[in-house]
T-cell receptor, first 113, second 114 residues
Framework: GENVEQHPSTLSVQEGDSAVIKCTYSDSASNYFPWYKQELGKGPQLIIDIRSNVGEKKDQRIAVTLNKTAKHFSLHITETQPEDSAVYFCAASINQAGTALIFGKGTTLSVSS | EPEVTQTPSHQVTQMGQEVILRCVPISNHLYFYWYRQILGQKVEFLVSFYNNEISEKSEIFDDQFSVERPDGSNFTLKIRSTKLEDSAMYFC????????????FGNGTRLTVT
């Protein structure tokens, strides 16, 4: 089955710096890669996703890149702000409703002002 | 914005007891999911449900677990005889199923088995 590895487990940056979180996956059949942000006491919230027919996607300060050949994808947050502090999870699945999302172990991002 | 709601937010139960966790998915969503997160660990898939049937389930979802859509709005997860290792945060999620529509998660129920 699919296995998703995520690095680093913790990341501390200064406000205004960029943050990069990297994930690798094992199943070449996976073609949907969402990123979730989890704040304390809340459920995961989707922040951006990418499908395998796209190499990069941006949404304001957030971007995701995908390298299908190498089976890795990354989250880039620019101009970080204290409110970006949270746990970030990458995930992978086959592009089909009802199929399992396989999550990475999460990255705790701390942005200090 | 519509959201997935879960009740209760915290449930404490004794080992061996049955628990039912409740969820109200977003109203026009057709696919429903349960995930769990043991403290400090990754979010793990338990089961997906569509058209009153289980679509997919993980190894974790053994005979102690069951899901049900008892009416038009609720989606429940039942654990028949709880074990200490069932202590975790349980998240319900739903999606429309169109294309690869994203999963919308609730805020979870923290289950503590003593």
């Amino acid at each position: 089955g699919e296995n998703v590895e995520q690095h680093p487990s913790t990341l501390s940056v200064q406000e205004g710096d960029s943050a990069v979180i990297k994930c690798t996956y094992s199943d070449s059949a996976s073609n949907y890669f969402p990123w979730y942000k989890q704040e304390l006491g809340k459920g995961p919230q989707l922040i951006i996703d990418i499908r395998s027919n796209v190499g990069e996607k941006k949404d304001q300060r957030i971007a995701v890149t995908l390298n299908k050949t190498a089976k890795h994808f990354s989250l880039h947050i620019t101009e970080t702000q204290p409110e970006d502090s949270a746990v970030y999870f990458c995930a992978a699945s086959i592009n089909q409703a009802g199929t399992a999302l396989i999550f990475g172990k999460g990255t705790t991002l701390s942005v200090s002002s | 914005e519509p959201e997935v709601t879960q009740t209760p937010s915290h449930q404490v139960t004794q080992m061996g007891q049955e628990v039912i966790l409740r969820c109200v998915p977003i109203s026009n969503h057709l696919y429903f999911y349960w995930y769990r997160q043991i403290l400090g660990q990754k979010v793990e898939f338990l089961v997906s449900f569509y058209n009153n049937e289980i679509s997919e389930k993980s190894e974790i979802f053994d005979d102690q677990f069951s899901v049900e859509r008892p009416d038009g709005s609720n989606f429940t997860l039942k654990i028949r005889s709880t074990k200490l290792e069932d202590s975790a945060m349980y998240f319900c999620a739903s999606s429309t199923g169109a294309g690869n529509s994203p999963l919308h998660f609730g805020n979870g129920t923290r289950l503590t088995v003593t």
